[in-house]
């Protein structure tokens, strides 16, 4: 037999062989580097009720451990996973984006701190730090009307990493929380979901920063949401390029708007003092490209603030385009205001461009990653926050920090620019019904007039450090964050720069 023969039947034989399933060896004399993987499982099934898909049993991953878990990297998660960590507790911050900072970052709000005319007294704390080491580094601009800052939001980014680094904090990007790990009533971690699949971080501590409550609804602890047709709207952030920003400045000089015009359509509750302020406003321009035909006359959500110019001509942080009615815990509803808001910037872009003197070249630059929302779930608190204590400097024995008399929402807007400030009780952060679990943000607990100040970024700092320290101080004493003792907690905060009274 020759050697051409036996080449065929050994080709035949493996041939049958892999047809037969059975492993064959790669060949030396071919090398790869690439490696064989195929998923193990069992899959979710339709069960008879067409309605309903019947997940099997599995068991999941451990990915990590930690003392406290911040779930959410914005204001209120970077000051709860900053604070822990400075009082002595590993800590692992999770964020469902690739970035840290939140409104800031993957919406493009700029302006933590606007409200500071003459006359307001100020938190301390960790959201002034983040403001200056921006500030430090490069990446803010000053804000038109007082001595606030305006953050650039891609350079915030890098912001928050240092931070994050510096201080020993644990990262984890591109993770979405879908699940409570409970025991009884006490809180013993997260399930998350990411391109590295389902898997576990368990937790002594966690603490909710994500805006909508969704760890302490998961948990079954108890929230309120206010009808989406009451909500506070949605907004798509955007910015220009192209801008003469000497020319808008001028027009902006020669045609100064105050609070009293962000009222002319709607009726808007200020105490007076609010009404003759300088306010980086655009209303009258939309309503001019309406007479001109350029923008459909039945929307009448176009309309707002504008905040930073650079010297390249880039227009950042257009607070322009505003939708109602949208439930931000409704992925239906997000998904339909993610496209409205696109639609609608070019309207809005169109108008400034034939309207507004400097944005006649203008082009947009870049949208939000996402919209920027206001208003979904607040818990039900061991102390829930009232339009009383916002308006009438209450004051509490388990104070974590102050915040100044500010309110903008719900057709209010009140700045405290008479030295004003109430304090922010621990109580508003502890949710009934679960224990070891904090919320901070503007998911803490309160009413709606409350909710005016409390969503406010720098209001959501504050909520985050006081939220960071005390889960740190009941880990080291021993006791959980429902008995945590609140004095030790208020001196970790002073010894961390807070103002508590």
């Not at 035949?12 to 790869?32: C, D, F, H, T």
């Not at 002594?204 to 909508?212: H, M, S």
């Not at 979904?376 to 009383?388: A, C, D, H, V, W």
Request: glycine share 8%; aromatic share 8%.
């Amino acid at each position: 037999m020759n050697d051409k023969s036996n080449d065929y039947k050994t080709r035949a034989r493996r041939m049958v062989e892999r047809w037969a399933g059975k492993r064959i060896e790669k060949n030396p004399r071919q090398p790869s580097a690439e490696m064989y993987h195929q998923r193990e499982a069992q899959h979710p099934f339709m069960d008879q009720d067409a309605d309903h898909i019947v997940e099997p049993q599995k068991h999941t991953p451990m990915l990590d451990k930690c003392d406290v878990l911040v779930v959410g990297g914005g204001p209120a998660g970077l000051s709860a996973a900053l604070s822990a960590r400075r009082a002595g507790a590993d800590t692992i911050l999770l964020e469902r984006y690739g970035c840290f900072g939140g409104v800031i970052t993957t919406v493009g709000m700029e302006t933590i701190a606007w409200y500071r005319y003459e006359g307001t007294v100020d938190s301390e704390g960790i959201g002034v730090e983040m403001e200056k080491l921006a500030a430090k580094m490069g990446g803010t601009i000053k804000w038109p009307y007082n001595d606030s800052e305006c953050l650039d939001a891609d350079f915030f980014k890098i912001v928050a990493d240092h931070l994050i680094t510096e201080a020993g904090v644990r990262p984890y990007l591109h993770s979405f929380a879908t699940e409570v790990i409970m025991e009884g009533k006490v809180i013993k971690g997260v399930i998350t979901e990411s391109k590295s699949g389902r898997n576990a971080i368990l937790a002594k501590r966690v603490i909710d920063c994500t805006g909508d409550a969704d760890i302490a609804h998961l948990a079954g602890a108890p929230c309120r949401k206010t009808p989406k047709e009451e909500m506070m709207g949605v907004t798509t952030v955007f910015s220009c390029a192209g801008v003469d920003t000497e020319k808008f400045l001028q027009y902006t000089r020669e045609n100064p708007a105050t609070y009293a015009d962000w009222g002319q359509t709607w009726d808007q509750e200020t105490t007076g003092k609010e009404d003759h302020l300088p306010s980086p406003y655009l209303e009258k321009e939309f309503t001019r490209a309406k007479q001109m035909g350029l923008m459909p006359k039945h929307i009448d959500t176009i309309s707002g603030s504008w905040s930073a110019l650079s010297n390249a001509g880039e227009a950042t942080n257009l607070n322009l385009v505003h939708m109602n009615g949208i439930d931000s815990t409704d992925v239906k509803d997000l998904t339909r205001a993610e496209m409205q808001g696109r639609r609608e910037t070019l309207y809005a872009l169109e108008a400034l461009k034939a309207v507004v003197p400097g944005f006649e070249n203008a082009k947009l630059r870049n949208f939000g990653m996402t919209l920027g929302c206001r208003d979904s779930r607040k818990i039900i608190g061991r102390y829930s926050l009232t339009e009383n204590d916002v308006k009438t400097q209450a004051r509490f024995n388990d104070s974590i920090s102050i915040f100044p008399e500010f309110l903008d929402g719900y057709n209010i807007l009140i700045l405290p620019t008479t030295g004003r400030y109430f304090q922010v009780p621990y109580g508003c952060l502890v949710p009934q019904s679960v224990d070891n679990l904090l919320v901070a943000g503007r998911c803490v607990a309160g009413d709606k007039i409350s909710h005016c100040a409390m969503r406010n970024m720098m209001a959501c700092t504050v909520t985050g450090q006081g939220a960071g320290v005390a889960a740190a101080v009941s880990i080291k004493e021993g006791t959980s964050t429902g008995t945590v003792d609140v004095r030790k907690v208020q001196d970790e905060l002073q010894h961390q720069g807070v103002r508590i009274w």
